[in-house]
C-alpha cells in the first residue's frame, strides 16, 4: 500500500503519510536523523487536525516530500 500524500514539517521532526484504503488513513513518523519510530496511525481529517494541534504544527508548516 503506497501513500497518496506525504508531508513532513519544516523542522523534519515528523512524516506524515497519507492512505486512501478504504477510509483516509494518517501515518505519522518520528524522525531523527536515519531512523523512524513505529507509526502512529489515525483515522479521518479530524484527528490529524487534532494530533496537528496538540503538536503545535500548522498547515504552513508542512512541506511535501
Do not use: Q
Not at 503506497?2 to 514539517?9: E, G, K, N, Q, T
Not at 481529517?45 to 504544527?57: C, E, P, Y
Amino acid at each position: 500500500m503506497d501513500p497518496s500524500a506525504v508531508w513532513r514539517d519544516k523542522s523534519h521532526r515528523w512524516r506524515i503519510e497519507a492512505y486512501r484504503a478504504p477510509d483516509l488513513r494518517f501515518a505519522i513518523f518520528a524522525t531523527n536523523g536515519p531512523t523512524e519510530s513505529a507509526p502512529l496511525w489515525l483515522f479521518g481529517m479530524a484527528a490529524l487536525a487534532r494530533w496537528l494541534m496538540t503538536h503545535a504544527i500548522s498547515l504552513d508548516d508542512l512541506e511535501t516530500d
